[in-house]
């Protein structure tokens, strides 16, 4: 005769009969449910049922109690029973109790009976059936044994759970090397999340996660692991967990066809260079002299990062140069602007690594989800190559950071308006600031770009240097000005120059492409500062060029420590040129770009006034209209703006 009720005790501890809940009652009688059935149809002692309600500090009443619920348990199971009625199911023995029902009632004997069934056809050769019924006994574990009743620490409970445990590494084992080694990943990672240091477990799901395909998420995995032994134990990995880690490493097992790799080829991706680029020889010798040192170290990847002012020519350097080296980079050179400047959100982590890794030949299907994954699969696909690796229009060291590779033979080049202090702590980056090129180079510049003789006689030296002043010789301003001046030719140059000089602030500068526009190029680094800042950078286009913390504070009204976090904001995006300690200065076209923002400010507020006070409106038309600020009114807008 079979019985009405069914029981869960993997998970939650639960009486069904149909598919409704039969309410065992609170936490005591369905502790002892749970190790009647655990036993399954052994005898439990009373003292038994009394330790595992109370421990070592029972009540007088204890045995009662238990009687009590053993009373409520058996009217659960045959609820017609007469109150102090035996029962069929759950029987009174010598000293105890036992529980008697079928095992196709209880989850737990289910599982065992799967369990026993999948080592029996292991033992006869039948592997595929051996490790589906594994798969299907592990499926009947939504939790840990009696989930919620504060007795995991139980010598019982603890048992049952590492039977869990123990078929998880056997299906695990049974698995490896067959089309079913992704069945049973879902269980590993369950048993694995249960027991966390369990490293026989973890040793298993390491070589599950190589086996599909998935050797970047097992190396992550193991990293993880160990710092959290060492962190809360002291202690390194043991040897089963490290020799499945040695096996990941050296002999990663093929992926499975809907992860595979496109074939790969050295990937190509550097920009074309500059046709016309001349001079930085100095800063070139510079970065052979660091990359020199730096592969010489074999402590992981090579880092080198140029910064400086928007428009100064760090990509168009960092360009020419990758091609210089790229011989030494057999493996291939991969280009990636970050946008760290850019006029939307700077590239996030994950996708910078997916587009990396999309130039190494990894197909999306291969991708993992999280950054986390990405970086480790990132490390493992550049191990052992030598690659060249340009990120350009870097926002800060932590964009950068994943997208470090470890092979020693590999070379990241960065870009950006920071200074890259953090990279160069963490990472042993080596830094180079590019200032504006000097007179001789920023000449030689305009006139390649200009595709022009040297200037004959003196009226031409003249002009010339006086083109090169008004632009600052920042490269940028020299490429539009070069660009402008060929739309003109072939007038002389003085007439050329002339047309420039007209042009009052930026206009001169602009372009009807955004990206080489040098307004839009400083606005994109403005629009980034805190308000404070943005305050200060205003402020600065009435004041001098040149600015230390105390004028700064003066500035401001804020303290000399506030105005020093002020200044380094305003170095960061490239809008101060750093002299000396603490000591710093604008380019004549950044404060150019401030002073028309501090315009905008005098001229806003001025508005806001006349609407505020009303009056003779004509008596501030002219202000309105653009015209120059008096001192008096400078200081009472500045006072807000």
Aim: charged share 25%.
């Amino acid at each position: 005769m079979s019985i009405p009720v069914r029981f869960t005790v993997l998970g939650a501890v639960r009486a069904l009969r149909g598919e409704h809940e039969v309410d065992l009652g609170a936490r005591q009688p369905r502790l002892m449910a749970a190790m009647l059935l655990a036993r399954a149809g052994r005898p439990v002692a009373v003292a038994e049922l009394v330790e595992l309600l109370w421990g070592d500090d029972p009540p007088p009443t204890a045995v009662n109690v238990v009687h009590r619920h053993i009373g409520a348990i058996r009217r659960v199971i045959e609820p017609g029973l007469a109150r102090r009625a035996e029962g069929q199911w759950l029987v009174r023995e010598p000293g105890g109790y036992r529980i008697a029902v079928p095992a196709e009632a209880v989850d737990l004997s289910r599982f065992r009976q799967l369990a026993a069934h999948a080592a029996d056809r292991l033992r006869a050769g039948e592997r595929d059936a051996a490790i589906l019924a594994y798969r299907d006994a592990l499926a009947l574990w939504p939790g840990r044994f009696g989930a919620g009743l504060g007795a995991d620490t139980h010598p019982l409970f603890v048992a049952v759970n590492r039977e869990r445990a123990v078929v998880a590494r056997a299906a695990a084992d049974a698995a490896l090397g067959t089309a079913h080694a992704a069945e049973l990943l879902p269980a590993l990672h369950a048993e694995a999340a249960a027991e966390p240091f369990d490293e026989a477990t973890h040793a298993r799901l390491l070589l599950l996660l190589a086996a599909t395909g998935r050797p970047a998420e097992a190396i992550e995995r193991y990293h993880r692991l160990r710092e959290r032994l060492v962190e809360e134990f002291g202690m390194e990995p043991g040897r089963e967990l490290s020799a499945a880690f040695e096996t990941v490493l050296r002999e990663p097992p093929a992926p499975e066809p809907a992860l595979q790799a496109v074939p790969f080829a050295p990937p190509a991706q550097l920009p074309a260079g500059l046709a016309q680029f001349t001079g930085r020889v100095r800063e070139r010798q510079d970065l052979d002299r660091m990359l020199a040192h730096g592969l010489a170290q074999r402590h992981g990847a090579t880092v080198l990062a140029l910064d400086g002012m928007p428009g100064v020519g760090k990509t168009t350097l960092a360009v020419r140069w990758a091609h210089q080296v790229a011989h030494r980079f057999p493996d291939g050179q991969l280009f990636l602007n970050l946008r760290g400047f850019g006029d939307g959100e700077p590239l996030p982590a994950a996708e910078a690594l997916a587009q990396l890794l999309a130039g190494l030949g990894v197909a999306p299907a291969g991708l993992p989800d999280s950054a986390e994954a990405r970086a480790a699969l990132w490390r493992t696909r550049t191990a052992g190559r030598a690659l060249l690796i340009l990120l350009d229009d870097v926002r800060d060291a932590e964009q950068v950071r994943p997208l470090i590779p470890a092979a020693p033979a590999s070379l990241v080049l960065v870009t950006g308006r920071s200074r890259l202090g953090n990279l160069a702590a963490s990472d042993g980056a080596r830094l180079l600031t590019l200032d504006v090129p000097p007179a001789a180079d920023a000449r030689a510049l305009l006139l390649a770009r200009l595709t022009l003789p040297d200037p004959a006689g003196r009226e031409d030296e003249t002009t010339l240097d006086a083109v090169l002043d008004h632009a600052g010789r920042l490269p940028l301003a020299l490429a539009i000005i070069a660009a402008r001046m060929s739309e003109y030719a072939p007038r002389p140059l003085r007439d050329l120059a002339g047309c420039m000089a007209e042009k009052t602030g930026l206009d001169g500068f602009a372009a009807d492409d955004a990206d080489r526009d040098l307004r839009a190029a400083l606005e994109r680094s403005y629009r980034r500062l805190s308000p404070q800042a943005a305050r200060l950078f205003r402020r600065l286009g009435w004041s001098s060029a040149d600015l230390d913390p105390d004028r700064a504070a003066e500035l401001t009204g804020v303290s000399r420590s506030a105005a020093t976090v002020l200044i380094a904001e305003l170095g960061r995006a490239g809008l101060l040129t750093r002299t000396g300690l603490h000591h710093y200065t604008l380019h004549r076209l950044v404060r150019a770009y401030a002073i028309e923002l501090a315009g905008q400010s005098v001229r806003q507020q001025r508005l806001r006034l006349v609407r505020t006070l009303g009056g003779d409106s004509a008596h501030y038309a002219g202000t309105a209209a653009g015209r120059p600020p008096s001192a008096s009114s400078i200081s009472m807008a500045s006072s807000s703006g």
